[in-house]
């Protein structure tokens, strides 16, 4: 995204910085072999949908969920016109294609457009170059991509051979959710987009145990990890931000696979924190999961919690963070599984090893915003010195702000 790109003043100052390195595509060479141009229509409207014997009224593409299956081939060009029927905002994302030059056909809203306002229509315009396979397209607006979203199948150009044995037959296979319970809507923002309900089984070990004592209730007292607040400098700027023992990231925690770990979290902050051990596999012990109101309530502050839990039958670097609104953002760190005592690395012994956590500073307040409809980094990109390696002007029918 380079600063032409942005359409309106209001958006200038909008940067994202990482620890990530920048990078630059290569320039990716037009194809003398020309497509033909197709087009769709996409209307925005609300339909009345039952799916699991119950009945919404959502927001979708020409009245079908999941909406219209876009099928183009290599080399065409796309035009979709978008219609918004509806009281809500609209942008379209085509999931996985490259937007050479062209990022106003992308669609993320407020980033490469302002989206389609009610009554409004824009046109998606864009060539499908060097890409074949199924992607998807989705809305990508607030949590409009629930409902908004479908297949985009690029079929290889008509001589062109597949990359494997020609299928008899291609059938698109959408995985979805039919959200029945408002709560869950607000844990997705939060990471969560799917339960799984595990009933206890017959054999004692299939049970899951009775819940520890300390498990927060609504109250309760005591310390290890401490969460509290620190004043920390990165890229020339000072933020309070909940830490875990005042260190950001936070502390490493090194076990042995087979070890029990007994973690105290002592609560320092206003906040209420939970913290989850991602990726561990909690046997039997839901209760040190962590997520907030899924296997835990919060730990609120002046309280304490020990996650008690063991590592069965995993090694390797995995990482833990909080698991509860944003806070996850500055509460993280390493979770190190050496194998065994006199067990070999599953691969040669290193010579050392050093954990790199990659994060993000957030500049800019707005983009905290960005991280609950899915974006979580930014490239700059600038223009190059050749002509094929400029953005193209704007449509004229961009949305406007
Ligand atoms: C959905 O159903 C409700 C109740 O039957 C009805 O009032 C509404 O008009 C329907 N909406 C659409 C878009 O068909
Ligand atoms: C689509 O984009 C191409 C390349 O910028 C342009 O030549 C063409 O006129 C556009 N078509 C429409 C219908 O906007
Ligand atoms: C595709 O192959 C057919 C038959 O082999 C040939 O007649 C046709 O000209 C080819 N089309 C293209 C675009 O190469
Ligand atoms: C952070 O810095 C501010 C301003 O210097 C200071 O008032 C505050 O006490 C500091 N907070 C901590 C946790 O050190
Ligand atoms: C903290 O959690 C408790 C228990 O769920 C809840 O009553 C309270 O409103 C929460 N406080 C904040 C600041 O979110
Ligand atoms: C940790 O959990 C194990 C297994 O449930 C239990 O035997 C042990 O007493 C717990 N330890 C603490 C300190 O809570
Ligand atoms: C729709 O987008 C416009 C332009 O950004 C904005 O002014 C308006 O508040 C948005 N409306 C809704 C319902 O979000």
């Known amino acids: 995204m380079g600063a032409s790109l942005v359409p309106s003043p209001a958006f200038v100052g ?10 630059l595509l290569p320039g990716l060479a037009l194809s003398k072999d020309e497509g033909i141009t197709r087009h769709y229509k996409f209307d925005i409207k609300l339909q009345n949908v039952t799916r699991l014997c119950h009945t919404k009224s959502i927001v979708t593409v020409n009245g079908q969920f999941p909406g219209p299956r876009i099928v183009a081939r290599e080399g065409d060009r796309l035009l979709i016109k978008v219609v918004n029927h509806v009281s809500n905002n609209i942008s379209i994302h085509w999931h996985g294609i490259r937007q050479l030059q062209n990022g106003w056909a992308d669609g993320p809203a407020y980033i490469t457009q302002c989206p389609i306002q009610t009554g409004q229509t824009y046109v998606y315009n864009y060539t499908i170059v060097g890409q074949r396979g199924t992607l998807w397209w989705h809305a990508h607006i607030s949590w409009l991509r629930s409902t908004l979203y479908g297949p ?3 079929l290889p ?6 990359p494997f044995d020609k299928p008899y037959k291609e059938v698109p296979i959408i995985f979805g959710v039919w959200f029945m319970h408002c709560h869950l809507e607000v844990h997705t923002s939060w990471g969560l987009k799917m339960a799984w309900i595990v009933l206890n089984g017959k054999l004692p070990n299939q049970k899951v145990l009775p819940p520890p004592a300390d498990l927060p209730k609504s109250y309760r007292q005591n310390k290890a990890l401490q969460i509290k ?35 105290k979290v002592v609560n320092h902050v206003q906040n209420n924190i ?27 502050t002046g309280q304490s ?6 590592i069965t039958g995993q090694r390797g670097t995995l990482f833990w963070h909080a698991h509860i609104s944003w806070l996850r953002a500055t509460l ?16 040669p012994q290193p010579h050392k090893e050093v954990p790199i956590i990659f994060g993000v500073w957030f500049m800019h307040c707005h983009l905290e915003v960005h991280t609950s409809w899915g974006l979580k980094m930014a490239w700059v990109v600038m223009d190059g010195k050749l002509p094929k390696q400029k953005l193209l002007p704007p449509p004229s029918d961009l949305p406007k702000c």
């Open 332 to 347: 993280y760190g390493p979770i190190v599984i050496l194998p065994k005592p006199h067990v070999p690395y599953p691969f």
């Open 157 to 162: 150009r008509r001589n062109a051979s597949y």
């Open 274 to 300: 939970t913290l989850h051990w991602h990726g561990v596999r909690q046997l039997r012990t839901g209760w040190a999961d962590g997520p907030a109101y899924i296997t835990q309530c919060p730990i609120q």
């Open 305 to 310: 919690y020990v996650y008690n839990f063991t």
């Open 229 to 263: 607040l620190q004043n920390v400098t990165r890229l020339c700027q000072t933020k309070s931000i909940v830490t875990v023992n005042g260190q950001f990231p936070g502390p490493r925690i090194i076990a042995r696979e087979g070890d029990q770990l007994l973690i």
């Open 152 to 154: 985009l199948v690029i």
């Open 14 to 23: 909008f940067y994202l910085f990482s620890f990530i390195a920048l990078c």
